[in-house]
């Protein structure tokens, strides 16, 4: 009896041995098959997938052949609402940049650029340590204040930024705080304080690879270029962008010709509102 049950206790010993080599087995060739079906399934969205565009005049095509067919399906009334979706995609794809939040519901934004007067001398009076240390200093006033009223810096160069605010009224505002916080910063003063000069104004742009160019970006540089250092200098756009009961002041100053630039422009000198 001792003999059979030993016999028998082999028998389910193999048996079970075998069983867990052919599960083992099982689960390999499933991972396999698994494997093999998530490449197939990739193949083939890739084969059925549309190649990207390879040029801005493919791209231009595809939106023409979307245009029509949402004129076909949803008319024009659910074409201006894809447009509007298919702007803050391009904006998105294309450029980089978020557009669409700082843009004016009338599809302007205001442009803000500044730098440091005479920063070269300056730069070369202090010396590259004390400089590196004014500069980050200049910086986090900037952006402090920028980041305050929603503003987006576009890029800098060296001392020089230029933003984008969504309406007049926060770029100037930001402005008049950025100048009020220079000379109380304890780093600054220690080297004996920078200014620096603002220009500001409003209109359309052209967005490209995350950077803004046109008319309207070219009269807001040379509007700074044309301020004084502490001085905020804005065009006539700003302050017809500006509302009555804004929280800023605005003095005249004679019409002037900007480099580049056709015919006179009259520019308004930003000053905080009166006590």
């Known amino acids: ?48 997938r549309p190649p990207p565009p390879s040029s801005s005049t493919e791209r231009a095509m595809r939106r023409v052949l979307r245009t029509a067919s949402r004129v076909r399906v949803h008319g024009i009334s659910g074409l201006i609402q894809s447009t509007v979706e298919d702007l803050q995609n391009w904006a998105s794809d294309d450029t980089r940049a978020d557009i669409l939040n700082m843009a004016a519901s009338d599809g302007t934004v205001t442009l803000f650029f500044s730098d440091i007067q005479d920063s070269t001398p300056l730069n070369d009076r202090l010396g590259d340590a004390a400089w590196v ?74 967005a490209l690879d995350g950077d803004y160019f046109g008319r309207n970006v070219a009269m807001a540089a040379r509007v700074a270029d044309l301020a004084r250092g502490d001085e905020i200098l804005a065009t006539d756009a700003v302050r017809e962008a500006l509302d009555d009961d804004a929280a800023l002041e605005l003095e005249e100053l004679e019409a002037v010709q900007l480099k580049g630039l056709t015919g006179e422009h009259v520019i308004w000198r930003i000053l905080p509102p009166a006590a």
Do not use: N, W
């Open 133 to 206: 240390k004014v500069l980050a200093a200049h910086d986090r006033v900037l952006r402090t204040r920028i980041e305050q009223y929603r503003g987006q810096v576009v890029k800098t160069a060296g001392d020089g930024y230029m933003v984008t605010f969504r309406d007049a009224e926060a770029a100037c505002r930001a402005a008049l705080a950025i100048q009020r916080d220079l000379p109380r910063d304890a780093t600054l003063r220690r080297y004996g304080g920078i200014h620096i000069r603002i220009g500001i104004h409003t209109g359309q742009v052209v």
């Open 1 to 48: 009896m001792a003999i059979v049950l030993g016999i028998l206790c082999v028998v389910l010993l193999v048996l079970v041995v075998a069983f867990a080599r052919s599960r083992a087995s099982l689960q390999t060739q499933l991972a396999d098959a698994q494997h093999h079906i998530t490449q197939l399934e990739s193949d083939l969205d890739a084969a059925l």
